[in-house]
């Protein structure tokens, strides 16, 4: 064999062996983030339990009436289903505001620039589609739907209504559905224009009739912006509230603030009655008095079978782990500051 063949033929197993080096170190790196994700996903780690500050809330009573007032079509059932289903049983009324129908939450984060490739009438679709899932799901918890109210305002767009489109000079119009007022069938206000201050007036007249004892929200510290303009548009409607109608809003409503999106908050993501959600050990918010409430077995399937209606969402692997992430023994709450 010529001395440069073989000088050749060295060489390239010297470069077979880097290669197959290489290969085996992607793959056992591949196996143990694998491994890690799974975890994260599926298994709680053990000795993860409520720290002693949280305290156990109980549920409201027959002299209470229960308003949710979330972005999408699944918070209000993520966040507090367990609560509202023994609230009801135990004689409380509940009521329900989504802020949005929905309409560009399936598509999620994943397609952002290409969603604008559907046409318009693929999201009000969308639209119309989500509400009658929170319906569904809420029905098996005992909220009627007359007392469920979507308000239709855009869908990841909540964040221009609270700091652009404030004034009704200048009303949003949604990069979705092309529109600046909801296009969709059941809408509380189908002719209000997509500005903040509609929205907030929208929430108000809601919460004047309503008039609730016990306000349940998305905090401010959850990290989906949509969540979080809901936040401030609550609390500007509480503030607004009664001052013709005479409601006394701040002085006698509990407020209570739940998360979603926050980190890893809910993981793992599956449904298990022996899996038990805790407090973010890095939340901003130190001074949070965090409170528990305790689902019987019964009260857990009961929100197993209620998010098994959200089934635009659960086509989607991330949501179905994420909404899986909530169906756990307890359901967590909390309030601005410690008491
Ligand atoms: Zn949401």
């Known amino acids: 064999m010529p001395a440069n063949v073989r000088k050749f033929l060295a060489q390239t197993s010297v470069f077979l062996r880097i290669g197959t080096a290489l290969l085996g170190a992607g793959a056992l790196t591949f196996v143990a983030f694998t491994i890690i994700f799974a975890s994260v996903l599926f298994f709680q780690p053990r000795g993860m339990s409520l720290p002693a500050t949280v305290q156990p809330i109980a549920p409201a009573g027959p002299q209470d009436t229960i308003l949710v007032v979330a972005a999408h079509p699944d918070d209000e059932f993520l966040g507090v289903a367990g609560y509202v289903a023994a609230s009801i ?53 005992g909220v009627p739907k007359d007392q469920v109210y979507f308000l239709g305002y855009p869908t990841r767009e909540l964040k221009n209504l609270l700091l652009r489109n404030w004034s009704a000079s200048t009303p949003f119009r949604s990069p979705y559905t092309k529109q600046s007022a909801p296009p969709f069938d059941m809408v509380f206000d189908p002719d209000a224009r997509y500005t903040g201050e509609n929205a907030v007036a929208d929430i108000r007249e809601l919460i004047e009739r309503i008039r609730p004892t016990i306000l349940l929200t998305q905090g401010k510290e959850d990290e989906n912006d949509d969540h979080r303009a809901v936040y401030y548009f609550t609390q500007k409607a509480m503030a607004d509230a009664g001052r013709e109608s005479g409601f006394p809003s701040a002085t006698s409503t509990r407020e209570y603030f739940f998360l979603i999106h926050f980190r890893q908050y809910s993981f793992p993501g599956v449904a298990r009655f022996s899996y038990e959600l805790v407090p973010p050990v890095d939340f901003e918010k130190n001074n949070a008095q965090w409170y528990s409430f305790s689902l019987t077995r019964e009260l857990f399937d009961l929100k197993k ?30 309030t601005e500051e410690s008491q």
């Open 89 to 141: 049983k135990n004689g409380a009324q509940a009521y329900v505001i989504v802020v949005t129908n929905g309409e560009a939450s399936l598509i999620a984060d994943a397609i952002t620039k290409r969603s604008l490739l559907f046409p318009p009438s693929f999201f009000v679709k969308e639209g119309n589609r989500r509400p009658m899932e929170s319906l569904a799901a809420l029905s098996w918890i």
């Open 305 to 334: 079978q209620g998010v098994a209606e959200y089934k635009s969402q659960l086509v989607n692997p991330y949501l179905k782990l994420l909404l899986n992430s909530f169906v756990k023994r307890n359901e967590l709450l909390y």
